[in-house]
Each structure stands twice: as structure tokens, then as C-alpha cells.
């Protein structure tokens, strides 16, 4: 068994999290971190700028979005993290490692897939609502 001291493991955990040290810039962050989740509810702030305003060297706020949304020179893209509702900035690495995940979102009936456009009606949705409150 490994055994280390408290401070070595907080020096870990501040590397590892990307806390001892600002990032040139969001790619570097999100490629050192794998992927920083988006919240789209402002309460206080997002949760990817509050994740990224500490450790990104001159970061503002919603530049994370602004990246993903209108930049020409992309280096990341949202999409929910495999299996949960988790909706996360990705590095383009990991495009190919989620098609599987992304062709299977398009088989369900949801916003995200795009499948409550045009002939859905508020009727379906106040049924499946209804549904689920049970």
C-alpha cells in the first residue's frame, strides 16, 4: 500500500484539478481537465465559468460559451457526457470516442435530439408529464 503525507495529496489534487497554476488558454484547460459541464441556470453565475475563471489566465465570463457557439478556430463542442443529462464542453479529441453515444441520442424522442419540433403537440407533453408524476 502507498502511503503519502496531507500535503502531498493536496499538492495532487491541486494539480490534477488544474488549481496550482493558470491555463494559457480554455483548450488547454479542457484537454488537461476532459471535459468541464455546462449549466445552463444562472443563479449565481455558470458553473463553467465559475470552473474556468480560476483557472484560465484572463478568463471571462461566458467565454466558454462564445468559444463553443461563434468561434471560427473550434478546439471544443458540448454534447451530454455518455449515459446521464450531463451536458459538458468536450476537446475535439473526443469526438470519435462519443459516436456511438451520439447516434443512440438520436433515436430518443427529447429536445436535444430535435424530436419535439414541428408536429409535437402540448398535449403529448402535458401527457408524458403526467405520466412521469406518478
Known amino acids: 500500500m502507498l502511503t503519502i503525507s496531507s500535503l502531498t495529496a493536496r499538492r495532487f489534487v491541486r494539480l490534477a484539478t488544474g488549481l ?12 488537461h481537465l476532459g471535459f468541464v459541464q455546462i ?9 463553467q465559468d465559475h470552473i474556468l475563471r480560476h483557472r484560465v489566465a484572463g478568463y471571462q465570463e461566458g467565454d466558454l460559451s462564445r468559444q463553443i457557439k461563434t468561434s471560427s478556430e473550434r478546439f471544443a463542442f458540448e454534447h451530454h457526457l455518455p449515459d446521464s443529462s450531463n451536458l459538458a464542453a468536450l476537446p475535439l479529441d473526443a469526438w470519435p470516442h462519443l459516436q456511438r453515444s451520439m447516434h443512440a441520442r438520436t433515436g430518443i424522442d427529447n429536445t436535444w435530439s430535435g424530436k419535439l419540433q414541428g408536429s409535437f403537440k402540448i398535449s403529448t407533453l402535458r401527457r408524458q408529464v403526467k405520466q412521469k408524476a406518478v
Open 20 to 31: 496550482d497554476g493558470r491555463f494559457a488558454d480554455i483548450g488547454a484547460a479542457l484537454d
Open 39 to 47: 449549466d445552463p441556470i444562472n443563479v449565481c453565475g455558470r458553473m
